[in-house]
């Protein structure tokens, strides 16, 4: 079983619209996929089932163990494509695993998963808290949204900083750009030379586009949804890249 996170610490960078289409194409080419959607405003579930939205459940029945992992998982969202669907409660997630005494909580908590699951997707909030600080340390790759501009690159090289700071390993880390418009002068430049920006290479380049505001408006992927535009061929291209990090040699 692979781990992978989309992590930004800013706000509404494409984190939960690249977790979703990921998972989409990675069950599509029958990858056991669950999807775990960590942050509490819960918009990957409604990215995924539209107006059906799903329910999650109370996150302390799992944390005191009172619940299997099992049970907050809605299973065949798509074939191939399961969804541990948000909660309320899941703002406390924090301070829950805080008071856990031997600290790698969320590890435990996904290890049950291994057997029927070949890759987990956390779609992550935008913030720096223990629970991040946990899904750095358990995922083998985080997958990182950077908008072309000089702030989003500020804070993809202060994440940098955190991670070789904690010794996490950088090398975790893998950017792609997100939100791109070429219309923009920033944004060609930056585009153009994405190694000069990064540090590495970027995995994509995800356009701005309208037809991806469209996945929550029609609750599906975009590969689903409109699979024959420059945004759904970047996002393939992103599951491309994931899959060679994480199983080829
Ligand atoms: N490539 C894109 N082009 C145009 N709009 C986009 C694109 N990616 C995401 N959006 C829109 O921007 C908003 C934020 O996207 P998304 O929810 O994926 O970001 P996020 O990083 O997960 O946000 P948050 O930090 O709140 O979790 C949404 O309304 C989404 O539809
Ligand atoms: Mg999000």
Redesign the pocket.
Known sequence: MRIIAFYSPKGGVG??AAAVNTAYLASREGVRTLLWDL?PQG?SSFYLAGAERVKGRKLSKLLDGQSPIARFIHEDVYDDLDVIPAHSSFRNFDIKLEQEQDGNTLKELLAPLSEDTSLVIL?CPPTLSRLTEQVLEVADKVYVPVVPTWLSLNSWAQLREFVKDKKLGVKKLRPFFSMADRRKHLHRDLLAQPEEALGVPALAAIPYASVVERMGEEGQPLERLAPNTVAAAEFRALWQGIRKDLWSR
């Open positions: 984190k939960t942050d918009a779609d």
